[in-house]
């Protein structure tokens, strides 16, 4: 299965690459079900990689000169710390055992892998919509729904390692009235922010498997850098739309496999 799982690494910087986002939320079932890692440390595993990924991502929207560092910086300014206060005193007080209903029980990893699979499904949504966010000039900055959106943000990212680029986006253009190609490479750096310092977090757990993590960020790296060659030659429309098909059927596989029925 391991091998299935590199080759999926790779695919999720392919994805990255050659939709811009996206691909970073398939690091959860990667890590759990090719990978074998318990959910609730899959999520700081996912921090890593989605963190370190999205950076090199950011590197090279910053070269195009499309991340305002300052917007960036503004919006991390309030999803950073819930990041990081979610994962360092929110989720290691989170039970193992949450409830049991009908003598069924609810634990921190079935929850984990339920509320990840309804994020992908949202995820997906957004993804296949044709929908454009539309652009807003000449508005004051709403600081009060960026405090709110910021920790909302920062809440999803903490407690399930998603970096949740398709929220991001509609709040720079919305709330810090940023242009889409801006709006897109300021995401990236936000991610990278969030994810990086939720990560910090966690970084003393012991047990970490280190060498895995370091092998499948790498090829996530090298999968950004292959997407990005291919996105000249292939429309990125319709990739979005494809991949979030897949990305529809993975949540629904996910959810049937944890026992629910749709």
């Known amino acids: 299965m391991h091998v299935f799982g590199y080759i999926a690494s790779l695919l999720i910087g392919i994805s990255l690459g050659l939709i811009g986002g996206g691909g970073s939320i398939l690091t959860m079932p990667v890590m759990v079900y090719l990978f074998g890692v318990s959910p609730v440390t ?3 595993y996912s921090l890593f990689v989605v963190g370190s990924t999205s950076l090199i991502g950011a590197a090279r929207q910053y070269k195009d000169g499309t991340v305002n560092i300052r917007m960036a910086l503004l919006f991390a300014a309030t999803s950073v710390v819930t990041v990081f206060i979610t994962r ?7 039970p193992a055992h949450i409830a049991t209903l ?3 029980a609810i634990t921190e990893s079935w929850l984990t892998m339920i509320l990840f699979a309804v994020l992908m499904l949202v995820s997906a949504v957004f993804m296949m ?3 454009k966010v539309t652009e807003v000039k000449g508005q004051k900055i709403r600081f ?3 405090v709110i959106y910021g920790t909302g943000i920062g809440l999803v990212t903490g407690l399930l390692g998603a970096g949740g680029g398709f929220l991001l986006i509609p709040a720079l253009v919305l709330l810090l009235h940023l242009p889409m190609k801006e709006a897109v490479g300021t995401s990236l750096l936000v991610i990278a922010l969030n994810s990086l310092i939720g990560f910090m977090g966690n970084v003393q757990d012991k ?3 280190w ?3 370091i092998t499948v960020t790498l090829l996530a790296m090298v999968g950004i850098f292959a997407g990005s060659y291919l996105n000249h030659k292939v429309p990125a429309g319709k990739l979005k739309r494809g991949f979030g098909w897949f990305v529809l059927i993975m949540g629904i596989y996910i959810l049937v496999r944890e026992g629910i029925t749709l």
């Open 88 to 94: 360092k005193w929110l989720v290691p007080v989170i």
């Open 42 to 44: 899959a999520t700081s």
């Open 144 to 146: 009060m729904k960026l």
């Open 211 to 213: 060498r895995l993590l």
């Open 129 to 131: 919509r044709n929908k």
């Open 102 to 104: 009908n003598g069924f």
């Open 207 to 209: 047990g970490m498997d």
